[in-house]
């Protein structure tokens, strides 16, 4: 059984920076495909961005409303984080983070969310005009 908590959710004014971080407890390694999401009320679950490494360099995707102020980075196979710079209004939303086999395309963890087995309650990510 995996778990994911996230934390690191805050209220912020556009153009400023926040850190989220999401730990993984239970069986998880660098093949375990691990995602951020993001959901506002009344909305579908986009994909943010994943995170990937069963050898070699991490593989790392990004959509593409957050390539450039987003990255996503994996400390260890219990740990990731993704930096947010140069927030804006639309990026305010709820952020969860996931963990599973994944999906592959091209090397990568895809946003499918039949890749995702183990999903967190989310941290609030509000960004202010």
């Known amino acids: 059984q995996v778990e994911l908590v996230e934390s690191g959710g805050n209220a912020v004014q556009a153009g400023g920076s926040l850190r989220l971080s999401c730990r993984v407890s239970?069986?998880?390694?660098?093949?375990?495909?691990l995602g951020w999401f993001r959901q506002v009320p009344g909305g579908q679950r986009e994909g943010v961005a994943t995170?990937?490494?069963?050898?070699?360099?991490?593989?790392r995707y990004y959509h593409d409303r957050v390539k450039g102020r987003f990255t996503i980075s994996r400390d260890s196979p219990h740990a990731m984080s993704l930096q947010m710079n140069n927030l804006q209004p639309e990026d305010s939303a709820m952020y969860i983070c996931?963990?599973?086999?994944?999906?592959?395309?091209?090397?990568?963890?895809?946003?499918?969310?039949?890749?995702?087995?183990?999903w967190g309650q989310g941290t609030q990510v509000t960004v202010s005009a």
């Open positions: 996931a963990a599973g086999a994944g999906v592959l395309r091209g090397g990568v963890c895809s946003f499918a969310r039949n890749g995702f087995h183990s």
């Open positions: 239970g069986y998880a390694d660098y093949r375990t495909c």
């Open positions: 995170v990937y490494g069963p050898t070699g360099p991490l593989s």
